[in-house]
């Protein structure tokens, strides 16, 4: 059952639990202004007295983190998502055109707009194909 829980500290850990893969990440990466996308927004609410997290209290965790975050995606692929949440524009993308493309669905998911365009831009570099074009304010 999901329900709102509650704590004070932005330094706060989540278990994010992700297609059968657990993901422990700080409140702060998840909240990071320059990756943070709509999902995440959504699901975690910073406020000057507390954070609200849409997730489950954990009591028998495997570790010492007791809030968990139910996510119905593909547990392999969100490890990439996750180090773009960490890394911004420093994130390494793989090479592998399906990859790639199963990314492109994922950033939709999460509402990770600047990282939708890294991976079509990449996409396109890779391909050639138009599909993939889009208007980018670098030029590399």
């Excluded at 975050?69 to 420093?90: E, P």
Aim: glycine share 6%; hydrophobic share 40%; with cysteine.
């Amino acid at each position: 059952m999901v329900n709102e829980l509650s704590f004070n500290c932005e330094d706060a850990w989540l278990n994010l639990f992700v297609g059968g893969e657990m993901y422990p990440v700080q409140v702060k990466t998840l909240m990071n202004p320059t990756t943070c996308g709509s999902y995440f927004r959504d699901v975690v609410k910073v406020s000057d007295a507390a954070i609200k997290v849409r997730g489950v209290q954990w009591d028998t965790a495997p570790n010492h983190i007791k809030f968990r975050v139910d996510i119905d995606r593909d547990g392999v692929l969100f490890r990439h998502v996750l180090q773009y949440l960490r890394n911004g524009k420093l994130t390494s993308l793989p090479d592998d055109i399906f990859t790639l493309e199963s990314l492109v669905a994922e950033a939709e998911f999460f509402g990770l707009e600047k990282y939708r365009e890294m991976l079509k831009k990449k996409l396109w570099k890779l391909t050639g194909k138009r599909q993939y074009y889009a208007c980018y304010e670098d030029s590399d």
